[in-house]
């Protein structure tokens, strides 16, 4: 069964950095995949921030992040990272990744849809103080 666990939340203040890890089993990331990130505040919609694949050329950033936060993944850890800087209030939320098996590329026009991804990780709280 593919089972994904984000870590690496917490709680810091604005202009701060935090690294967040998804580590995947079940799959390993040399076959076809993607990985995405989403957050999600109290009383707002789930919202995709990233995307890698095996085949992208370049990730996925939604406009919100462009600039501060960044997106790579390990192979050999089987683990997909992102990497957050300056880090503002807004920021707040449980943090989650997904994954797409058996595919190469992110889909280029539903990466931030949520029946997209077929597998959940149980989220990451990242709290930024003012």
């Known amino acids: 069964e593919v089972q994904l666990v984000e870590s690496g939340g917490g709680l810091v203040q604005a202009g701060e950095s935090l690294k967040l890890s998804c580590t995947a089993s079940?799959?390993?990331?040399?076959?076809?995949?993607?990985i995405g990130w989403f957050r999600q505040a109290p009383g707002k919609e789930r919202e995709g921030i990233s995307c890698?694949?095996?085949?992208?050329?370049?990730?996925y950033y939604a406009d919100s992040v462009k600039g501060r936060f960044t997106i790579s993944s390990d192979n050999a850890k089987n683990t997909v990272y992102l990497q957050m800087n300056n880090l503002k209030p807004e920021d707040t939320a449980v943090y989650y990744c997904?994954?797409?098996?058996?595919?190469?590329?992110?889909?280029?026009?539903?990466?931030?849809?949520?029946?997209?991804?077929?597998?959940w990780g149980q989220g990451t709280q990242v709290t930024v103080s003012s």
């Open positions: 997904a994954s797409i098996i058996a595919v190469s590329i992110c889909p280029a026009t539903a990466w931030t849809y949520i029946p997209s991804y077929d597998h």
């Open positions: 079940g799959f390993t990331f040399a076959d076809d995949h993607a």
């Open positions: 890698i694949s095996t085949s992208d050329v370049w990730p």
